[in-house]
């Protein structure tokens, strides 16, 4: 059994920051990679950021690049989007992912991700 639960979220000002973790637990697998997907209502869940499980390779959405970083401590078992310069646009429900098979720009893709958190509201107020 593989569980997700992000933390992190919450109200915050335009312009400030919010870091958000994500923690693995059970069977992980080191094939694939995780990744941060959004969700606002009436809106298709859009990809985020993802990053490989050996942290070489990180991958951003062009609405976010520059602006939030993906980093993980496998130690731990937690992957972590510092997200800095939020902007209204950003509120949504965040929600991490783990890939068991997902390889290089595949990380983009909602399809490889078998296992998902249960989603951490942020909302970015003017």
């Known amino acids: 059994q593989v569980q997700l639960e992000e933390s992190g979220g919450g109200l915050v000002q335009a312009g400030g920051s919010l870091r958000l973790s994500c923690v693995a637990s059970g069977h992980t697998f080191s094939s694939g990679g995780m990744g941060w997907f959004r969700q606002t209502p009436g809106k298709e869940r859009e990809f985020v950021a993802a990053?490989?499980?050996?942290?070489?390779?990180?991958y951003y959405a062009d609405s976010v690049r520059g602006r939030f970083t993906t980093s993980r401590d496998n130690a731990k078992n937690t992957v972590y989007l510092q997200m800095n310069s939020l902007k209204f646009e950003d509120t949504a429900v965040y929600y991490c992912a783990l890939s068991t098979g997902g390889l290089g720009p595949s990380l983009k893709s909602e399809y490889v991700y078998p296992y998902w958190g249960q989603g951490t509201q942020v909302t970015v107020s003017s």
């Open positions: 990053i490989s499980w050996s942290a070489v390779t990180t």
